[in-house]
């Protein structure tokens, strides 16, 4: 099965540009989706198709997909941004959704 | 705006079933050319996607679960239903309802999630 690889933490300070990245072989050829969870809360949709931002997803936040590598980038961080970060694809071979482990991520 | 809420019993016994329900509000499943489908999130295994329903009514599910899955839906009700076969206390964790448009879409609605627990 595909498997996704994410960092399980990173801290960024408030201002400062946070790169989250999702590792998978070859994911540059499929599309990734990306989520937000707050505590307690669902995940919500941010980007989807590697960078198409979903409905009130400030323009902070943008996304990237290439070779092995996608990532959420989110500009300008602001304490608000305090989330798990999870990216997600379809393995087109097994024939489901895969989740990353998700990025924690703590606005200094 | 399209709502979705989990509904269904939060403790379970080992070796039964469990079982939830999803009401959607907003839209019409019968029309609207959806997928409806069940997420679990849990701290061992984050999130897994348990399995979906397209409006027609054909099923898609994850093969670990597959044996002992099934998912249904009453468009009748506008409510779509999870029943998980011989649950244990792997099982205990939080399920949400979600729906996307395609199979292979990202998902664009989450329900608020329900935590169900498996225990005698």
């Known amino acids: 099965s595909y498997v996704l690889t994410q960092a399980p933490s990173m801290s960024v300070a408030p201002g400062e540009t946070a790169r989250i990245a999702c590792g998978g072989n070859n994911i540059g050829s499929t599309t990734v989706h990306w989520y937000q969870q707050r505590p307690g809360q669902a995940p919500l949709l941010v980007i989807s198709y590697d960078r198409d931002r979903a409905s009130g997803i400030p323009e902070r936040f943008s996304g990237s997909n290439s070779g092995n590598t996608a990532t959420l980038t989110i500009t300008n961080v602001e304490a608000g941004d305090e989330a798990i970060y999870y990216c997600?694809?379809?393995?087109?071979?097994?024939?489901?959704?895969?989740f990353g482990i998700g990025t924690e991520v703590t606005v200094l | 705006q399209l709502q979705l809420q989990e509904s269904g019993p939060r403790l379970v016994k080992p070796s039964e079933t469990l079982s939830l329900t999803c009401t959607v509000s907003g839209v019409s499943m019968s029309t609207t050319k959806s997928y409806w489908g069940w997420i679990r999130q849990s701290p061992g295994k984050g999130l897994e996607w348990i399995g979906s329903?397209?409006?027609?009514?054909?099923?898609y599910y994850h093969p670990s679960f597959k044996s002992r899955v099934t998912i249904s839906g009453d468009t009748s009700k506008n409510e779509f239903s999870l029943s998980l076969r011989s649950a244990t206390a792997a099982d205990s964790t939080v399920y949400y309802c979600?729906?996307?448009?395609?199979?292979?879409?990202?998902?664009?609605?989450w329900g608020q999630g329900t935590l169900v627990t498996v225990s005698s």
């Open positions: 979600v729906r996307h448009w395609g199979r292979a879409a990202e998902i664009s609605h």
């Open positions: 997600q694809v379809w393995d087109s071979i097994s024939d489901y959704y895969v």
């Open positions: 329903i397209y409006y027609s009514g054909t099923t």
